[in-house]
């Protein structure tokens, strides 16, 4: 894409891009979904004529410029559009957690003041209503499934085709406003709206205007020079600022094609059919790939498993440096290339990612043991650091500069600063507007200049210039004996182990560090079935003592290795306990994109962090869990706390914390 | 949800609106006066009761009342020594299963009737085998009709997929499946065939409360959607009363009440059966 068709070209909005790409590649795909078990396909011809009939629909149920237009639903061509449609009226596209429940809906809903709402389906329009009852904006209801909606009040609903239709059939009255409305929109009209995630409160609406968008999509596009030619799955929330770069910002820009899934369930089979050459997840779904592949291997017969351990080791040895075109031996390339017949390329064409040309892993720190393999068996997996108020890009690895414990350079148009509190500042192109009705808040985060506070604390190295991100400046802390607390360090590690799920570190301000963990139900229960265990719940397989011994090497063998980082080695786990309970953000102890709310953890769990600290060998506890359908219940359990063997520092040169 | 305000009701006195706002037609089929007997043991005796179009009706009963039996002769699977099978208003001979197949009565058994061995979708397809007329000829050699004609079964079979929500199994073999997965896709199998009459038997049997929760909605959906009638047999108390608009109790081969679940819920008969009651 050459750079003078930016903002200077008219291109200065998503419905002009839109323009222009029906203009230079209308015949190429632009959407794909796949339906009754086909790909159903939609070229940006085709999607253009879907988004003008949505947008002239709209327009007829009386959208006006500046309204909210809520979209609540799984990844489909059709919530996709229903964004582009909201723009082209002059109005704010603001798509929210499909997974989020009534309640936390409600709260945005009434925060955002939706006039609009679109559902995916009846579950969706379900919580809508159950919000409606409170929330007074919401005017209009769109839904797109019709399935079980027939006995619905429909004064203020609709069908999303009718309204279509109704567009179509009006488009001698409409097209004329749409017209004067999509050319109305310029450079700093607000793109979209995305609530943030809300590690810490209450979600806060980032308001992005179409330069954040577009410069951000143009200057990453550039970077890793993508093309029209690219596929990506768009399989991540649409309420995350990632999918909506990846999904709309670069689609857009370059032209490439989006393709969504038949249903979140079959992701793993659709990704393998597509394809993608471009590709984005954060670390959870890397990880949980390779659990699946660790499971089927162990299922594997001897032979199999022989060699997939032996082509492995050998793969963790040559492959980052033959993927970044380090000199390597000729017996160690030839040897490498044996095993990519043997094993790398069929297990990379099981993972559907035969053909990733550039893939991108960011929301939350990888372990690096997991960004190897990857990266091992040849597939360009990149680290990147990005926040939804920077429109995600802050940092990007180039291509052969990746390691896994940096997040990279600055990415185009970027400026860091480390301020003497060790947070990481940013400003660029991609900086957000505001947040939306809370201007204490967007003062206390961007400051006059356009510098905006990241929240984690970093530094930056100096031979190489790469961001190397130590923690939540919040979450780093120290010990009691004064030395450096990094949680996040740990638990990466411990999380690499297939059967531990998730790890909460504690040790802030106390004289050792405890560990909670999750287990992981389908590697250990996969374990406990070829072991002959048997077990009723999650709860007593979770319980159960040959478990806790398996967890417990798991926890001394990261204690040796966190040993060997002089910095950091005071952070060994000493005592653990297993939780009778997964970790979930219906209990409201993660946040939507799944990540640890500390201090929720902290509160709920006080009896258990007591017990670790008082040398207690087991701690009976209470707890409130929230099921499927909102009904309240409590756990009780008897849970064993084990103590952990620790080793002493290690004085080779480490490796800091990512 | 606010339903719709019921519709007055029409002049046709065989049809009325539910609460909800479906239409019930006429009846399609009736059982005139049914006794079962297999040698000395009399199954079923002496029952008559009707379905009408677009209900959904349940039969309920303890333990060896004789439902399974019932639905058996509905299906036309067991030949009652007394009594007739009315089916569209007129008197139903003797048939072959195939042959009640193609008059639009599909089933699902209590005890999963799939082929372990193949996959969710051939299961599936294997529903509209009545209505595939190409020969085993044209179909080994995959060519021209045969190859038409299954694109078009299989378009109709993704449908269903799509309807129960079974799409990321559609290539695991059956035999790999849980339990009450195993009948969704039985359902599957039955609803493929696009039938006019669905017979469930016990539907709900060994299945945790999500997993009710979710056949329930199927079921719904199904009578909703398609505007199939529905004829099902469960224990779960609960789930008869949410579900049916009509219900058939049943005791010791005989019919002990018949009407709306609120009906039935306050015959006296009725709850002697479930609840027991002292003997002299």
């Known amino acids: ?47 253009a004529d879907e988004i003008n009939a949505l947008a002239m629909g709209l327009l007829a149920l009386g959208i006006e410029r500046g309204d909210h237009v809520a979209i609540i639903g799984r990844n489909r061509p059709a919530h996709y559009w229903s964004m582009v ?19 936390e809906m409600e709260y945005v809903l009434e925060h955002s003041g939706a006039r609009f709402i679109i559902c995916g389906d009846q579950e969706q329009v379900d919580k809508v209503i159950e919000a409606q009852v409170r929330v007074q904006s919401a005017e209009h209801v769109l839904y797109v499934d019709k399935r079980g909606m027939r006995k619905y009040d429909h004064s203020r609903m609709n069908w999303y085709h009718d309204v279509q239709d109704e567009g179509r059939a009006g488009h001698a009255r409409l097209e004329g406003e749409l017209a ?16 943030t995630s809300g590690t810490t409160g209450k979600p806060k609406g980032v308001v992005l205007s179409n330069r954040n968008v577009i410069e951000s999509a143009r200057n990453s596009a550039e970077f890793d020079t993508l093309g029209a030619g690219e596929d990506v799955l768009a399989y991540l929330p649409m309420a995350w600022v990632g999918d909506y770069i990846f999904s709309v910002g670069q689609a857009y820009w370059t032209g490439f094609c989006v393709n969504c899934p038949e249903s979140e369930d079959t992701m793993m089979t659709d990704l393998r059919e597509i394809g993608p050459t471009y590709f984005f997840a954060p670390p959870r779904v890397f990880e949980t790939l390779l659990t699946t592949v660790m499971i089927r291997m162990e299922d594997a017969g001897r032979l199999k498993k022989r060699l997939f351990d032996h082509f492995m080791a050998h793969a963790r040895r040559v492959g980052p440096a033959i993927l970044d075109g380090k000199p390597v031996s000729g017996g160690d390339k030839l040897k490498y290339r044996l095993g990519d017949l043997l094993v790398y390329g069929p297990l990379k064409n099981t993972l559907g990612f035969s053909r990733v040309r550039v893939g991108y892993t960011a929301g939350e720190a990888i372990g690096p043991e997991i960004f190897d393999f990857y990266r091992s068996l040849g597939i360009n997996l990149k680290q990147l650091y990005g ?13 052969g500069e990746v390691r896994p414990d940096t997040v990279g350079v600055p990415a185009p148009g970027v400026e860091l600063r480390i301020d003497d509190t060790g947070e990481v500042f940013y400003r660029s192109p991609g900086t957000f507007v505001e947040y939306y009705k809370n201007p204490d808040s967007t003062a206390s985060t961007k400051d006059p200049e356009g510098w905006v506070a990241t929240g984690d604390a970093g530094f930056i190295e100096e031979d190489t210039g790469h ?16 030395s450096m607390f990094a949680p996040k360090y740990v638990e990466n590690k411990l999380k690499f182990y297939p059967n531990i799920l998730e790890a909460v570190v504690h040790g802030a301000g106390r004289d050792m560090c405890t560990a909670f963990l999750n287990i992981d139900l389908n590697a250990v229960g996969n374990w406990a079935e070829r072991n002959n265990i048997s077990y009723a719940s999650y709860q007593e397989l979770a319980g159960h003592p040959q478990v806790m011994d398996m967890i417990q090497s798991h926890v001394e063998e990261t204690n040796e290795s966190v040993a060997q980082d002089p910095m950091l080695s005071g952070c060994q786990i000493h005592r653990f306990l297993v939780l009778h309970k997964e970790l979930d953000a219906d209990d409201g102890e993660m946040t939507r994109t799944r990540k640890v709310k ?45 103590d952990a063997r620790t080793f002493p520092t290690a004085h080779t040169q480490g490796v800091a914390a990512q | 949800m606010t339903s719709q305000t019921a519709q007055e009701t029409t002049q046709d006195t065989d049809s009325f609106v539910t609460p909800d706002g479906r239409t019930i037609g006429g009846v399609i089929m009736e059982m005139k006066n049914i006794t079962l007997r297999f040698g000395g043991v009399v199954a079923i005796q002496d029952i008559s009761f009707d379905i009408r179009e677009g209900e959904i009706r349940a039969i309920i009963g303890p333990n060896g009342a004789g439902k399974s039996s019932m639905l058996n002769v509905i299906s036309g699977f067991y030949v009652p020594q007394d009594g007739e099978v009315w089916y569209h208003g007129a008197r139903r001979p003797r048939m072959r299963p195939y042959q009640v197949a193609e008059q639009g009565i599909a089933r699902t058994f209590q005890n999963i009737a799939l082929f372990d061995g193949m996959s969710v979708l051939d299961n599936i397809m294997t529903g509209r085998l009545t209505m595939m007329k190409s020969n085993m000829l044209q179909q080994a050699l995959w060519f021209g009709k045969a190859e038409r004609e299954e694109n078009a079964h299989r378009e109709q079979v993704e449908k269903v997929i799509d309807f129960l929500e079974i799409q990321n199994i559609r290539k695991t073999p059956v035999g790999r499946l849980p339990y009450g997965l195993k009948k969704r896709v039985e359902l599957a199998r039955a609803l493929a065939a696009e039938p006019k009459l669905l017979l469930l038997d016990e539907p709900m049997a060994g299945m945790n409360v999500e997993e009710k929760e979710d056949m329930s909605r199927f079921i719904l959906d199904v009578n909703d959607e398609f505007g199939t009638t529905i004829a099902l047999i469960e224990h779960d108390m609960g789930v008869v009363m949410d579900l049916s608009d009509r219900v058939v109790v049943m005791d010791y081969g005989k019919k002990i009440g018949d009407g709306t679940p609120d009906e039935v819920r306050g015959n006296q008969a009725v709850i002697d059966a479930y609840l027991g009651v002292a003997h002299d």
């Open chain 1, 1 to 47: 894409m050459a750079k003078d068709q930016s903002a200077e070209g008219g291109l200065r909005s998503i419905p002009a891009l839109l323009e222009r790409n029906v203009k230079e590649f209308g015949g190429r795909p632009a959407y794909r979904e796949k339906e009754f078990g086909i790909w159903q396909s939609w070229t940006w011809a085709e999607a």
């Open chain 1, 85 to 103: 449609a909201a723009q082209k009226c002059g109005a704010i596209p603001v798509p929210l957690y499909q997974d989020a429940n009534a309640i």
């Open chain 1, 180 to 195: 004067t409305r999509t050319a109305e929109l310029d450079y700093d009209s607000t793109c979209v709206m995305l609530y």
């Open chain 1, 387 to 399: 926040q939804t108020e920077a429109t995600v890009f802050i940092t990007v690895q180039p291509d």
């Open chain 1, 467 to 482: 961001l190397r991100i130590i923690d939540r400046a919040k979450d780093v802390g120290k010990m009691a004996d004064g």
């Open chain 1, 598 to 642: 500390r201090n929720v953890i902290t509160d709920k769990f006080g009896d258990l962090i007591d017990a670790l600290y008082t040398g207690k060998s087991e701690q009976y506890t209470e707890t409130e869990v929230t099921y499927e359908d909102g009904r309240k219940g409590k756990i009780k359990a008897t849970l064993e706390i084990r």
